[in-house]
């Protein structure tokens, strides 16, 4: 697991609770780019920052978590 898919575990509310819906690329543990498709946020990470390869996610809306007891 890199830094960053760690990062986002870790921050994983937050990013809920600001970003639902959205998606986020994440490099060198920071939010580079939020957008509405992947495609979009990536190369716009791309573009910032053209020597790192983003991790890239869909954050749910909260209402679709479910917590499984």
Not at 17 to 40: H, L, P, Q, R, T
Request: aromatic content about 8%.
């Amino acid at each position: 697991m890199t830094k960053d898919q760690e990062w986002i575990i870790k921050h994983f509310e937050e990013l809920v609770s600001k970003y639902e819906g959205k998606f986020v690329a994440v490099a060198n543990e920071e939010i580079i780019a939020v957008g509405d498709s992947a495609k979009a946020v990536d190369d716009l990470a791309r573009e910032k920052y053209p020597d790192i390869i983003p991790s890239v996610i869909h954050v749910p809306r909260e209402e679709n978590l479910t917590c499984i007891l």
